[in-house]
């Protein structure tokens, strides 16, 4: 059964250092996408990062980069220079049969919530 | 403003009433999904449109919820006979299958924060 397990339930960065947030998946599918969403306390779901599992490249999006590590089926998020706007809840979510059909639902695991330091 | 909309954004209602939802996805985006988000957790998947069609359904939608895109624009979430356990964030989103890399990433809407009293 897919899975995301994010093992990380908060984190502490230093203003302008980079963080790590941790994400491993399990799925039995050849085809599939990644995800990382940041939750602010507004509520509002933003979309950070895709990466697919047919990608070779690490995905990145400016400040965002994510370590899609596929043998590991890890697929950790790197923020660099943090900012304290960073702080928030972050999501990472899986959806299968991407190449083929778009892709089904998304699962997401239970989020991490980093606090940036000023 | 073309994002996702939703409405209304918050509900409060009485045990055992009924309550309906809606949603309006991005104009061109042919699939549509629910989630549901309790305080503290990721949103967990509900069902998903492909148009008109619903395609999925999980095991937590009960026979109390029902979801329907009759047109296959906008979408509406009904919970009938309300409990306690059903108080949580309904989040829409949508995607455009087909669209190259900007299906890729699915466009939520701000939230239905419904409580159950």
């Known amino acids: 059964a897919q899975k995301i397990t994010q093992t990380q339930p908060g984190m502490f960065v230093q203003e302008k250092e980079a963080v790590t947030l941790d994400c491993t998946y399990d799925?039995?599918?050849?085809?599939?996408?990644l995800f990382w969403y940041k939750q602010p306390s507004s509520g509002e779901m933003i979309f950070l990062i895709y990466?697919?599992?047919?990608?070779?490249q690490n995905a990145t999006e400016g400040r965002y980069s994510l370590n899609f590590q596929k043998a590991r089926k890890s697929a950790n998020l790197v923020i660099s220079a943090s900012q304290l706007g960073d702080s928030a809840m972050y999501f990472c979510?899986?959806?299968?049969?991407?190449?083929?059909?778009?892709?089904?639902?998304?699962?997401f695991g239970a989020g991490t919530r980093l606090f940036v330091k000023a | 403003d073309t994002g996702v909309s939703q409405d209304p954004r918050h509900k409060i209602t009485k045990r055992g009433q009924n309550v309906t939802f809606r949603c309006d996805p991005i104009?061109?985006?042919?699939?549509l999904y629910w989630y549901r988000q309790t305080l503290g957790q990721g949103p967990e998947f509900l069902t998903y449109?492909?148009?008109?069609?619903?395609?999925?359904k999980s095991r937590l939608l009960s026979d109390r919820f029902s979801a329907e895109r009759p047109k296959g624009s906008f979408s509406t979430l009904e919970i009938q006979r309300t409990e306690q356990g059903d108080s949580a964030m309904y989040l829409c989103?949508?995607?455009?299958f087909g669209g190259g890399p900007s299906s890729y990433e699915q466009y939520f809407g701000p939230g239905t924060r419904l409580t159950v009293t």
């Open positions: 979510a899986m959806r299968e049969g991407e190449r083929n059909t778009g892709g089904f639902k998304t699962i």
């Open positions: 799925t039995s599918d050849q085809s599939y996408g």
């Open positions: 990466q697919g599992s047919y990608d070779e």
């Open positions: 104009s061109e985006h042919n699939r």
């Open positions: 449109f492909q148009n008109e069609a619903q395609l999925e």
């Open positions: 989103a949508s995607i455009k």
